[in-house]
């Protein structure tokens, strides 16, 4: 890594998503914690990637004009000269997670971008994206480290520890910090720094056993569980005024998933795997999250970028005052560019991190981040339920890895057969076999 008084340079794989605004204006919020002297973003749809880069152009130079900013769809202009690589990329893009969450919802089946087949098509598609941004980073910068949080995470990691083991990838995800920041407020701290944990599970697939205040040893599990049983992570309020129907339901219905097992607290995407059912009976096979984000989301974000570029000024921008997703990015490469050693999570190969799965699962545990990477920590048993659950999961997504390596119909077929949101079978080859014409363009040919 390069040293220019500890000033690093960064690109953002995946320029043009909706997310990178926000993330673009923690950067340069945390520049005393980690300093940057270059901003790249890096993209293969130009089109979409201009919205947001021209925004970001005016962020930048209003906001921070000693840091080099530019945009690109070439790959050795994007990853020469650079320490961090953050992986934000979907391929297929909104286009695709419509297919990924309706053709399920056809045949009676949960449609989710990151669960089930819809999660499974969508990790199927990131493989080799995400192979070739490595390759990339590890041809112009062999020195820097990639953080991916492009979905489905448990798939792509897996992945890597097959093709690239030995690459500096860190694969993490954000939603058990969102989980963590709504304890923090339930139990009257600030966020989630103010709280130690120990967590264990796979990716959206995961359970607290134990949660104290790091300041003071408190234990919190009796507080946030009697809040769990009650109101499960919704909180109200100011809180949630601003929160999107489809989430504020998620938070309340982890309410439900708490009370199978009362030991431990969940991770808010349990509710697919313990109620399919419930999850088809409530969802609109022709209105899905994709739909909502595309009226809600995507459309606010291009609109916010369109007036910037129109006003010549970013001064009154949307994204001030929320940007929890992106300073969670921030402690990470603050912690690997400084050594730090902080506990935050990463999905990575298990070596007796939950010491009764497998030694190469793919498991979400608490690692120490620092200069060489991660150490994952040990969490102790899982318990005989979520091993249990675990077990069947993680078997998919190796399955689906093993489907992309082979070209092997048989090997998505079992991936899709054994999940647990897949009634049986012929449900999950009748969801195959529509999925694989729509993916052609991104799926190696199966047989």
């Known amino acids: 890594m390069s040293e220019d008084h500890k000033r690093y340079s960064v690109v953002i794989a995946g320029g043009g998503s909706t997310f990178t605004p926000g993330f673009v204006l923690s950067l340069i919020a945390n520049q005393d914690r980690f300093p940057i002297r270059k901003l790249k973003f890096y993209d293969n749809d130009a089109e979409r990637q201009k919205k947001i880069g021209d925004a970001c152009a005016i962020i930048m130079k209003e906001r921070a004009p000693e840091i080099e900013f530019s945009y690109t769809t070439d790959p050795e202009e994007a990853f020469t000269d650079v320490d961090f690589v953050m992986g934000s990329i979907r391929v297929g893009k909104y286009h695709m997670r419509d297919f990924d969450e309706k053709i399920p919802l056809r045949y009676g089946v949960n449609g989710q971008e990151t669960t089930g087949p819809g999660g499974m098509a969508y990790g199927m598609r990131s493989i080799p994206a995400i192979i070739e941004i490595i390759d990339y980073m590890e041809k112009y910068s062999p020195n820097a480290w990639m953080i991916n949080y492009s979905n489905t995470i448990a798939i792509v990691a897996e992945a890597c520890r097959r093709f690239r083991p030995n690459s500096k990838v860190i694969n993490i995800c954000d939603m058990p910090i969102e989980i963590m920041t709504r304890m923090a407020h339930i139990c009257g ?86 109620f399919p059912q419930y999850e088809v009976a409530n969802a609109d096979p022709k209105h899905t999250r994709t739909d909502e984000i595309r009226e809600y989301r995507q459309k606010i974000v291009f609109d916010e970028c369109a007036r910037i570029v129109k006003a010549g000024t970013a001064k009154g921008n949307i994204w001030e005052a929320n940007a929890e997703h992106s300073n969670y990015i921030v402690d990470i490469c603050h912690a690997i560019a400084f050594n730090t050693h902080e506990k935050f999570f990463a999905n990575t190969t298990n070596n007796g991190a939950i010491s009764n799965m497998d030694p190469d699962s793919i498991v979400e545990v608490p690692c120490l981040f620092g200069a060489d990477g991660i150490q994952p920590m040990a969490t102790g048993e899982a318990g005989r339920f979520q091993r249990g659950l675990m077990m069947e999961q993680q078997t998919c997504e190796k399955l689906v890895v093993d489907a992309y390596e082979q070209h092997s119909y048989t090997k998505m077929l079992q991936a899709f057969t054994l999940n647990k949101t897949v009634p049986d079978a012929s449900v999950a080859k009748k969801i195959l076999d529509d999925m694989i014409p729509v993916n052609k363009p991104y799926w190696p040919e199966l047989k």
């Not at 909180?235 to 708490?258: M, P, R, V």
């Open 189 to 274: 701290l600030n966020d989630y720094h103010d709280l130690d944990v120990n967590y264990y599970g796979l990716n959206h697939f995961g359970w607290w056993k134990e949660i104290r205040d790091k300041n003071t040893g408190k234990d919190l599990m009796p507080q946030l569980k009697e809040h769990a049983a009650k109101e499960g992570y919704w909180i109200g309020g100011e809180f949630d005024k601003y929160l999107e129907k489809s989430w504020a339901e998620t938070f309340k219905k982890a309410k439900d998933c708490y009370a199978l097992d009362p030991e431990t607290l969940p991770n808010t995407y349990m509710q697919y795997y313990y």
